[in-house]
């Protein structure tokens, strides 16, 4: 237990520095969401006077969505890494340190987890500046980023699948971007559920992005919603299980 | 005991390309070891199941008295392994590395900055050490690799072609250095494609081609094998087209298989050069053969390597005493 601590502290300890570093590993995920955020935030301006719309304002209402954004494209810039550290030999570099393999793993989720924070940090600071409120205040906001970087550390398997098994970094890129759009698409993350077509709004419901931003949203705009906070939790865990088997599986192949 | 104990060691890759095909060889405390064999023979594929980073079909690989598949923690603290390609963070400064590599290998932050900043000055990258390793040349990021490899101070080092890519006087230096290492004690395992380094280093190795160990013996026990010394027959450029006639005329002076043709030559060995070569410029004389440049040279690592290597297929592509280059996969 101390022991891969110890080491995955190593080993986050490396791609911290690497970020600190070099910034374009803090900024690659975020100037996206930061476009939409701008771009949205304007286009869709006038949203907030539809009937069935019950947000101040369609800032108020992107924020969570943004955030959303931001972990689930920081998740394939952790595939990627995986892929260009394989690449770099520097996989190897850790398998042949007397450490264990699952310390390497840990390492890696520790340092996304960290990123992603920071990232979802940076939405939030951004949203203030351009006006957004945080209901329930710096408590609010703590809990949004955590619930963002657990889901984007559930996010970051599946890219790390996607990685492991096609073995390319620009490839997994490309899936990457083919896969959010939709699946932020198919959600409650640009439209609210009551505004979708019946169909949509169903699909939305099996969509897991659906419930992070809602209860993203509710903490930005109503309050501690706790079957929110708690169905947001559970499906982030349910899919981490799925990704994470899948994502080990991956790494012992290409390891052995 | 030895200290690296190879049996019937196979590996079969998935897809069914038999890369190692039963080698047996033990490497010895204190040793150089060169394990010689062109592009795709087997090399890397023997070092990688060595330092427990690929597991074998079949067989055993034990090192220093562990056997590699059941207590492969404890091979990797005795080891270290400078692969063919080199792998270092480049984000990350000379001394970053070195320092990252050490704690990975259970020292302390201390010991770690210590060792580290040993290791620059004896690799001679002090001056570099707090520039990031992506603007470092090929030398130097070679350099830091090994570094990196020493940086828990191993009794037993696993080096795969250590000096590809780099210049001659690099490549010399690093001879240098791997020497007086080797003198502190080390046992240093060494792959390589250049004869030359083999030559200048290992104080025994093995031939491996497609994945069998085709001889093994002391440098010089395989120059001998040869039988004596090498006459060359360089011919004058515009006769470059007889080689072959010219390798059939001399071909009954050789005491080791037929006469070797290369580009523009041919090469016989033999036990009693000084009265062979007369009979050699007898031949050529009256066959009207014009000779450019006649030669009595010791047997050098290429002629063995060519003629355990099945050397038929390649010996076109060198000329005599060059140093045989092959081209580097990507990976
Ligand atoms: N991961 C792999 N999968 C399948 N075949 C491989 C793999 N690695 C190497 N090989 C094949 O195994 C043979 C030996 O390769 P290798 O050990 O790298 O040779 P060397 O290091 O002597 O150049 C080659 O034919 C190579 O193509
Ligand atoms: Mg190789």
Redesign the pocket.
Known sequence: MIRTFRESSILWGRLMRKMVRVKLLLFFALFQPLLFLLLFSQVFDRLDQLPGFAYDSYLQFLVPSIIALTALNSAFQSGIGMVTDIEDGLLDKFLIAPIRRSSILLGKVMADATRMALQALIIVGVSLIMGARFETGVLGVLMMIVLAACFGIAWAGLSNVIALRTGNGELTMMIGILITFPVLFLSTSFMPSALLPSWLDIVATFNPITYIVEAVRALVNTGWDWNAIGKAFGVTAGLAVVTFTAATAAFRKVIS | MPLIEVSNLVKV?P?G?R?VDDITFTVDRGEVFGFL?P???????TIRILVTLLAPTSGTAVVDGIDVTVAPEEVRKRVGYAA?FIGVDDDLTARENLVLQGRLHGLSKTEARRRGDDLLEILQLTAAADRRAGTFSGGMKRRLDLGQALSHDPELLFLDEPTIGLDPPTRRALWVYLRELNARGVTIFL?TQYLEEADALAGRLAIIDEGVIVIEGTPQALKDDLGGDAITVTLAPGDGSQVERVAELIGQYSDAGAARTYDGAVRVFTRDAASRLADVVRTLDSAGIHVARLEVSEPTLDDVFLRHTGGKMRVEEVKPRSRMMFTRKPR
């Open positions: 890759y897809g390309i890369a064999g592009n795709g023979a087997g090399k890397t594929t063919q792959t």
